[in-house]
């Protein structure tokens, strides 16, 4: 071993343990060091981590705040306003303000909500001003560049930016630093909040990322909103047309009465229907009407904003004009801060010139026009539906008296009204009570005058009016529907008689009775088998029953009336074409239709003998039936030298009041019964019928009439 490494034993001991002891603190304090350090480092990230977390939890409080208060609150601006303040005073930013996007502009602006936060709004007025007068397209200023890229954007100094429009007026307010942020639905920016402060700070991405999260919690509240108002418009407007439909048109008709009363100004009801829109419908089908129903709105819109301005320019009263959709070709329109009915007939006429222009649909040039009626405030109404009612009744009027014009409501219209709605009440009643008879018209051969049939016409036996006219009911009848029943009545009814005549009277079995089928029977899918039905219960021979359509009944669906009519033909009846001139024909489908008669109209029977026109029409007419095969009966025969004329030109039968006016069942059986010389039956197969001649029926009925009573003339026909 070397000496050097050799312990000092001549070293006293005392002081080898000093040294030891030395090297032992030396040792103790570098421990006690970095425990201290480890403390103090641990005790720092301590301390940074509840910093961390308590801005974390402030971050947090103040996310749920604004979402707790969007859920609360009803209007987007109040969810503004809230999120405005609330970001400010967490951030340490005195001024804030709200930009909303405009979709209807091109391209898409941001526009101010005039939402602030300021701390002190004395200091800001100018740049206040600035910013609400000014609007911001992609890329343009500070909400521009947020627009463009959908995230947070940050300014040290706007006074040293190029692309900041408002840096005069920012300058001179003391305003520094700025932020802003998107609000997204999606991907699209549909907001923008922007802060300022009073000195230049450098970006702070923490605070950059809290707004970036505060967007997006405050676009999933815009999103429910809009939702929200999307379904709420839906509810309340037309899908076609975007108008407001019948319910928002209701009620902004209560405030608009309320109003009135209130002493304000007057208003006024426009009730719009087209006139004949269901021929484009039926022409060119319900795509072609969608696109005219769309074309006359944005017209009706068109006139209403030129009205609005000349109505509001002398008038202080507040309100707004209302046009709405309630459905199928039905407008209307409410007029507020109306002085005069004058007023509102203006709108009405500017609408009918408006409409004389005519509308290109599919390539094709289309015309059409309206019925209005106006009803006004100045009738003192209890109610505001009170006034849409006498509007549409008004409307009625103006369809009544032509179409095409326009008719201010007057208490008569009511009292129409009132009238009508009792005749349907008692319409309905008749049909249950049995309170509608049959009477019968004869049908002469004019060769001979001879009886050869009936023509059973309706008549109602009203309580307390006696016989009422078909053409007081039978229109009723029709638009009600209670035409159907009614004339399924009539048809048993009619043929049951005739059979118990044919049967009491074998001298009769040939005679035929005529019974109307009305446009709304015609229409019915069972139809056909409501004859066959009616045929077999009762026990007629088909060939004596004649079925009488109208013109207008077979061309208004000309391939389903020849489908119909021969299925009709089928069953043995005859078929006859009534009022024969009056309708729109088509001579290619009258070939096709499978007739046996053509009944002249009595207009032009009447005006032979001083109208050529007429007298040509109804020679015409008899050739042409000769050249189809038909046989003609001349409807409203009255004076003898008519029977004369009709017989020289060919015409095979007459029904008129020169023969006799219709009478009831009994006078037709008292005349059955003192009558013999009836043609027999084999005339049916082809061939003219003879019959008795009623010359003397006039006495018959004078003789019968102590047993029963013939009613007073009515009209021919139903």
């Known amino acids: 071993m070397p000496a050097s490494h050799l312990p000092d034993v001549t070293a006293p001991k005392s002081e080898l343990a000093a040294d030891a002891c030395a090297q032992e603190l030396t040792r103790l304090r570098r421990r006690l060091d970095r425990e201290r350090s480890s403390r103090l480092e641990a005790e720092t990230i301590a301390e940074n981590g509840l910093r961390e977390l308590y801005a974390k939890q402030q971050e947090l409080q103040l996310l749920e705040q604004i979402a707790t208060a969007a859920n ?8 503004f306003q809230y999120a405005l303040t609330q970001v400010c005073e967490f951030m340490g930013w005195p001024v804030g303000h709200v930009y909303l996007l405009d979709r209807t502009s091109h391209p898409q602006r941001l526009r101010s909500m005039a939402i602030w936060h300021e701390a002190h709004p004395e200091r800001n007025a100018e740049f206040r001003l600035a910013t609400e007068a000014t609007e911001f397209a992609p890329d343009i200023g500070l909400p521009g560049r947020v627009q463009t890229t959908a995230r947070p954007v940050w300014l040290n100094d706007v006074v040293d930016d190029a692309n900041f429009p408002r840096m005069r007026s920012a300058r001179q307010c003391g305003l520094k630093a700025a932020c802003a942020f998107p609000v997204l639905t999606g991907q699209e920016v549909v907001a923008v909040l922007e802060f300022f402060a009073e000195k230049a700070l450098e970006p702070d991405q923490r605070q950059m990322r809290l707004m970036a999260q505060i967007g997006v919690q405050l676009g999933r509240v815009i999103e429910r909103r809009y939702s929200e108002d999307q379904l709420i418009h839906d509810a309340s407007h037309d899908p076609l047309t975007g108008l407001p439909n019948r319910a928002l048109f209701r009620d902004r008709l209560n405030q608009v009465f309320a109003r009135s009363k209130r002493g304000k100004a007057g208003f006024a009801v426009l009730f719009i229907d087209l006139d004949r829109f269901k021929l484009v419908n039926d022409s060119l089908g319900h795509l072609a009407g969608d696109t005219l129903i769309v074309e006359v709105a944005a017209r009706l819109q068109a006139c209403l904003r030129r009205e609005d301005t000349m109505v509001r320019a002398s008038s202080a009263v507040e309100g707004e004009n209302t046009l709405a959709r309630l459905g199928g070709d039905e407008f209307t329109i409410l007029l507020t801060d109306i002085r005069d009915p004058t007023d509102a007939i203006r709108v009405a006429d500017r609408i009918q010139e408006a409409l004389l ?7 094709q040039e289309i015309y059409t026009s309206a019925s209005i009626g106006v009803a006004t405030s100045a009738a003192n109404y209890r109610s505001a539906d009170d006034v849409l009612r006498d509007a549409d009744l008004a409307m009625y009027r103006a369809k009544a008296m032509g179409k095409a014009r326009s008719e201010l409501y007057d208490q008569t219209m009511h009292l129409v009204a009132l009238k009508r709605l009792q005749l349907e009440t008692d319409l309905r009643q008749a049909l249950q009570n049995s309170e509608f008879v049959l009477q019968y018209q004869p049908i002469m051969s004019l060769k001979d005058q001879k009886l050869t049939g009936f023509e059973a016409l309706v008549r109602w036996r009203r309580p307390g009016c006696g016989l009422v006219p078909p053409g007081d009911f039978i229109p009723v009848a029709e638009e009600t529907g209670l035409i159907v029943p009614l004339g399924l009545w009539v048809l048993r009814e009619a043929c049951r008689t005739t059979r118990r005549w044919q049967q009491e009277f074998p001298q009769a079995s040939h005679l035929t009775i005529s019974i109307n089928l009305s446009a709304r029977q015609f229409t019915q899918p069972d139809l056909v088998e409501q004859v066959r039905r009616v045929i077999e219960e009762v026990g007629i021979d088909p060939r004596t029953v004649r079925l009488e359509v109208t013109e207008s009944v077979t061309m208004g669906n000309a391939e389903r009336a020849i ?31 499978p007739l046996d008669v053509l009944k002249i109209d009595r207009s032009f029977i009447s005006a032979m003998s001083h109208s050529p026109e007429s007298l040509q029409i109804v020679n015409t007419i008899l050739n042409l039936a000769r050249n189809l095969g038909m046989d003609v009966v001349a409807e409203g025969t009255e004076r003898e030298a008519e029977v004369t004329q009709l017989k020289a030109m060919g015409c095979d039968f007459g029904q008129g009041y020169f023969f006799s006016k219709p009478v009831d069942a009994t006078a037709v059986t008292s005349l059955l019964r003192h009558s013999d010389g009836f043609a027999p039956a084999r005339q049916l197969n082809g061939e003219r019928p003879e019959g008795h001649s009623l010359e003397s029926l006039s006495e018959l009925e004078a003789r019968d009439a102590a047993v029963e009573g013939l009613p007073e003339r009515f009209p021919t026909s139903v």
Do not use: A
């Open 563 to 593: 489908r119909v009519l021969s299925q009709l033909k089928q069953l043995g009846v005859r078929l006859s074409l009534d009022d024969f001139g009056t309708g729109y024909s088509s001579l290619s489908y009258l070939q096709r239709f």
């Open 72 to 79: 609360q609150t009803i209007s987007i601006r109040d969810v």
């Open 357 to 363: 222009q005519s509308f290109t649909i599919e390539g």
